[in-house]
């Protein structure tokens, strides 16, 4: 339990508290947002382009649950819990770190048990259980693989492992609400990656989303970032327009240590955006920075209440992927540096909110955007937690 630093000096102010410290260091309360959220909300795990055949997989763990997301016949993306329906054997043996994306691999046609080699359709259903019919009790209708829901947006896969408390106002597209908007002229499905960085962050995954969320630091922890964007800065970010996108400075049209690259913009964006940065966040995993000529994608792993792995994907056009020379180099190392300022300051939050002294803090009125988190947790968990 926190105490008060100084007691009886609680500060008299308007601005509303952040959620409170249990909220982003008790293990119990991570324990329920992997119930709540991370097995009940729609989850990010990859590309399309990951699984492009017939019988390619994935297998990815989220918040300690393996999940196998596999291509069928019919072209169509499928996801299952990587557990038999006889005795729960791994269909999928090999380990996967937990938050890693992979490994990825192909089934030959089926997918078959390693234990007693009960075997299955690409589609889940079961094919064979050698020597069982249905006389020894076999109902094949009955013992498909567990289900997990699965879709795509943008080229990204997302998947729900509580299929059958989906309804229309959980969907995926409930959740995306106006990201498929401000987003319509950046071809997003067309991109490939060319290029992940992989990082290991000691901080609560709300901690990272919510400075994600605000640019109020940007002008003390991003100087580099704010000589590519001025209004970063100005008034600790609090006139930004998100929807419209932000402005680079003049002559400067992404992110890159020089503002410029020899990449082409995408096709169909407005001279507005040729010029201007937009970013999403997808709760509760996905954020998308988008500039002129590539995106950024991060993809966030809670692996615990202070420790969160980060695959952060630099999306491309592949025409501009096939020309002689490419190299993404100019954008990586850019964002690289802007990733660990932003991943040292945010383990430097979690260390300071495990001190006794800490109780909650407080969002300044530029931080209006933390509060989403509030919000969220309170529509999925239905309370925000209090210590």
Not at 238 to 246: C, F, H, I, T, Y
Not at 261 to 266: A, C, D, G, K, V
Not at 369 to 376: E, K, P, T
């Amino acid at each position: 339990m926190a105490i008060e630093a100084t007691p009886g000096a609680e500060p008299t102010t308007e601005m509303m508290r952040t959620l409170p410290r249990s909220a982003y260091l008790s293990e119990a309360h991570y324990a329920r947002e992997a119930d709540r959220i991370f097995h009940r909300e729609w989850f990010a795990i990859g590309r399309q382009e990951a699984v492009p055949a017939p019988g390619d997989y994935l297998h990815v763990e989220v918040a300690g649950e393996s999940v196998i997301i596999v291509r069928s016949r019919s072209g169509a993306l499928g996801a299952f819990y990587n557990v038999c329906r006889h005795r729960g054997s791994r269909l999928v043996m090999e380990d996967v770190a937990p938050g890693e994306a992979g490994p990825a691999g192909r089934f030959k046609g089926s997918i078959r048990c390693p234990y007693h080699a009960w075997t299955y359709g690409l589609e889940g259903h079961l094919r064979n259980a050698p020597f069982l019919t249905e006389s020894d009790g076999l109902r094949r209708e009955q013992l498909s693989l567990y289900p997990v829901a699965v879709e795509t947006w943008g080229g990204f896969v997302f998947v729900n492992l509580t299929p059958s408390e989906l309804t229309s106002e959980r969907s995926l597209s409930a959740r995306l609400a106006g990201a498929v908007e401000r987003t319509r002229n950046y071809p997003l499905g067309d991109l490939r990656v060319g290029s992940r960085i992989s990082y290991d962050v000691d901080a609560n995954w709300k901690t990272i989303v919510e400075n994600y969320n605000e640019c109020y630091h940007c002008g003390s922890v991003h100087p580099e970032l704010c000589e590519l964007v001025p209004a970063f800065k100005q008034a600790g970010g609090r006139a930004l327009d998100w929807d419209a996108g932000v402005p680079h400075r003049d002559g400067a049209t992404t992110f890159t240590f020089s503002g410029t690259t020899n990449r082409e913009p995408f096709p169909g964006l407005s001279e507005e955006e040729r010029v201007r940065h937009k970013a999403e966040l997808i709760y509760p995993n996905l954020m998308v920075s988008l500039a002129a000529d590539h995106v950024v994608a991060f993809m966030l792993w809670p692996l615990g209440a202070g420790h969160t792995r980060i695959d952060c994907d630099f999306l491309f056009h592949p025409d501009e992927m096939a020309k002689p020379g490419f190299d993404p180099a100019d954008a990586v190392d850019f964002w690289d540096l802007v990733n660990r300022q932003d991943w040292q300051i945010c383990a430097s939050v979690q260390k300071g909110m495990s001190s006794r002294a800490f109780s909650f803090g407080y969002y300044a009125p530029m931080e209006d955007l933390g509060l989403d988190i509030r919000r969220y947790l309170a529509d999925t968990m239905g309370d925000v937690p209090v210590d």
